[in-house]
């Protein structure tokens, strides 16, 4: 049972153009939210994250954006730029316990592409 | 620099024959965790340990073991690898002590992309 869903294996855009990664989830008992960037041959790294006492977090180009009510969290990127071609993958976990707060259930990731 | 290793980086391997990934991190985390990632099911946790000598079962433990007997090591094995045991693993590692409890960023190794034949 996925809790978290990448419905978007791939997207493609045009370098300057905003590109927007989506996220649905289904566990109400998460209340943390976080991007990951994967680039080949190589581990995923941290990008961005939100609680859920937030509905918007911004960090330069990259702003992370959270429907409670829809279970749904997006990943705006805005220019994009060569350098954002990358795998992500959205990440939940539940602050409630301490085991649980470490614990990052994934999404199947979206792979990026931007074109020059 | 502060970094989570593994080794090997690819390995190819028959139905059967032991094997063992090393992990290990030089930021004095408590909290290391093996992932397998898997084409259209993402990264799913196998086993994970909260400090030395307590580790626990993640979602898909099946076929792999796992030890922890030193802070900064977190080795996975395979004691009789099968292909369907052909993935991509990252081990991780977080500090469960440091700052905000679960806010602190989790870093991962580099991945180590595993054949069985």
């Known amino acids: 049972d996925q809790q978290v869903k990448q419905n978007s294996p791939s997207l493609s855009v045009q370098e300057g153009r905003i590109s927007i990664l989506n996220c649905d989830y289904t566990?109400?008992?998460?209340?943390?939210f976080l991007w990951y960037k994967k680039y080949p041959a190589e581990g995923p790294t941290f990008l961005i994250s939100?609680?859920?006492?937030?509905d918007k977090n911004e960090d330069g180009r990259f702003t992370v954006f959270l429907n409670k009510s829809a279970k749904h969290l997006s990943l705006h990127i805005v220019p994009s730029q060569p350098g954002d071609s990358a795998v992500y993958f959205c990440?939940?976990?539940?602050?409630?316990?301490?085991?649980?707060?470490?614990?990052?259930?994934f999404g199947q990731g979206t792979r990026l592409t931007i074109n020059p | 620099e502060a970094q989570v290793t593994q080794n090997p980086r690819y390995l190819i391997t028959v139905t059967g024959k032991k094997l063992t990934v090393t992990c290990s991190q030089n930021?004095?985390?408590?909290?290391m965790s093996w992932y397998r990632q898997d084409p259209g099911l993402g990264l799913r946790q196998i086993y994970y340990?909260?400090?030395?000598?307590?580790?626990d079962k993640g979602d898909v433990p099946e076929g792999y073991k796992v030890s922890r007997k030193e802070k900064r090591n977190f080795p996975l094995i395979l004691e009789s690898p099968s292909p369907n045991q052909t993935s991509l693993y990252f081990c991780?590692?977080?500090?469960?002590?440091?700052?905000?409890?679960?806010?602190?960023?989790?870093?991962f190794g580099p991945g180590t992309r595993l054949t069985v034949l």
């Open positions: 991780a590692s977080s500090s469960i002590t440091g700052g905000l409890a679960g806010l602190d960023e989790q870093f």
């Open positions: 566990n109400s008992m998460f209340d943390y």
């Open positions: 939100i609680s859920s006492i937030k």
């Open positions: 990440a939940a976990k539940t602050l409630a316990s301490i085991q649980g707060a470490q614990k990052l259930v």
């Open positions: 930021m004095n985390h408590e909290y």
């Open positions: 340990s909260m400090n030395v000598e307590v580790t």
